[in-house]
């Protein structure tokens, strides 16, 4: 017999922080998938503001980048008539669900979150207890609109895993209260490396311009870069091991061009590594064009981000709402 109930499609979450404009690393290892998600699923993205202050913040620049951050996600596709786009500090269930949160997260889980002993290490003169729960708020961010998917780079995995172990934990006391998430980790670009040090992460925050490579860079700087890349001496376009430049590049274009190891080891077979630099740079640019030009115009128009801003919002709380209510009834509030 045929079922003519309709189904809610599984739901998708995820969030990115204003703290600086994006990287190639954001876009493809994130930010990519949430467009390719967004015809398919049900889909609540977020500009994670609340967790940006865990590093000290200019408050105008947080403001500007968090505005900037929120057209982006407009620029790279998503249409605000068909997905929840909003900014996590418009909407207060974060907060209330990420404080109830806490007192069901374990200090030695928290702990052993590899971010935050690199975070600690790198602002040592402000190791707050908001950098320490910073996953906790990820997980409310995730648990209150009961995602089944969160589309993310690999650095991000481990809160997703504490994520789940606190929905697990909160269920198993109270009874089925969160659906339990999965990550959504592409499998290539999921860890783009620097372009100066590829051993290392291509981070928004890295000080050298020519690590990394941002969404909103002219097609100008992003050739310079991309030919002043860090590679190796062996002048062979394959992907192996101790060729940790090489590998990256081929990453980033099999990212862009869809194409897969084999076939861009053949293409560049006999070729060396300046002709392959130009092709990857040439493959981000075609990428990131549109992308760029329509940023460009939307950023204009402030009125128009504020309105869907505000619209996201309300749509976000609405949705929120009912987890936190249930929530809070669990654990034992008294209703108003
Ligand atoms: P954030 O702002 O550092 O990064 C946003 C997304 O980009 C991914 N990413 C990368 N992917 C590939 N290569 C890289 N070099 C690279 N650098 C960053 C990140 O994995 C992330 O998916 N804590 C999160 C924001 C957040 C969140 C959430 C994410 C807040 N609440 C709830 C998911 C669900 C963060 O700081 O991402």
Not at 64 to 81: H, K, N, V, Y
Request: with cysteine; glycine share 6%.
């Amino acid at each position: 017999m045929e079922n003519n109930t309709p189904q809610r499609r599984p739901r998708v979450l995820s969030a990115i922080q204003p703290t600086a404009i994006p990287t190639i690393g954001n876009y493809l290892g994130a930010l990519r998938n949430w467009k390719a998600m967004s015809d398919d699923y049900d889909c609540v993205y977020a500009v994670a503001d609340l967790h940006a202050i865990t590093v000290r913040q200019d408050p105008a620049t947080l403001r500007r980048q968090t505005l900037e951050a929120f057209a982006l996600l407009l620029s790279i596709g998503l249409d605000p008539e068909k997905n929840v786009i909003f900014i996590q500090s418009h909407v207060n269930t974060h907060s209330q669900l990420a404080w109830i949160l806490d007192c069901y997260t374990q200090f030695g889980e928290a702990s052993r979150m590899t971010q935050f002993k690199d975070k600690s290490q790198k602002h040592a003169d402000n190791v707050n207890v908001g950098l320490f729960t910073y996953p906790v708020l990820m997980a409310a961010d995730i648990l209150l609109y009961q995602a089944n998917f969160v589309p993310i780079g690999a650095d991000q995995k481990q809160h997703l895993e504490i994520t789940r172990d606190i929905a697990e934990r909160f269920n198993g006391i109270y009874g089925n209260t969160f659906t339990i998430p999965e990550a959504f980790i592409g499998k290539v670009g999921a860890r783009v490396m620097s372009l100066q040090n590829p051993t290392q992460k291509m981070s928004k925050s890295d000080p050298n311009p020519k690590a990394s490579v941002s969404i909103l860079d002219t097609p100008d700087a992003i050739m310079k870069k991309f030919k002043s890349a860090v590679t190796d001496s062996e002048a062979v376009v394959r992907y192996g091991e101790g060729k940790d430049g090489i590998n990256n590049l081929m990453s980033i274009y099999s990212c862009c061009t869809g194409k897969s190891f084999e076939e861009i080891e053949n293409e560049f077979a006999g070729k060396g590594y300046g002709d392959f630099k130009v092709s990857v740079a040439e493959a981000v640019i075609e990428e990131l064009t549109p992308v760029r030009e329509r940023f460009n115009e939307r950023i204009t128009d402030k009125a128009y981000l504020m309105e869907c801003a505000a619209k996201g919002a309300d749509m976000a709380q609405r949705i929120s709402q009912r987890t936190l209510d249930k929530v809070m009834r669990k654990v034992g509030f008294l209703q108003k």
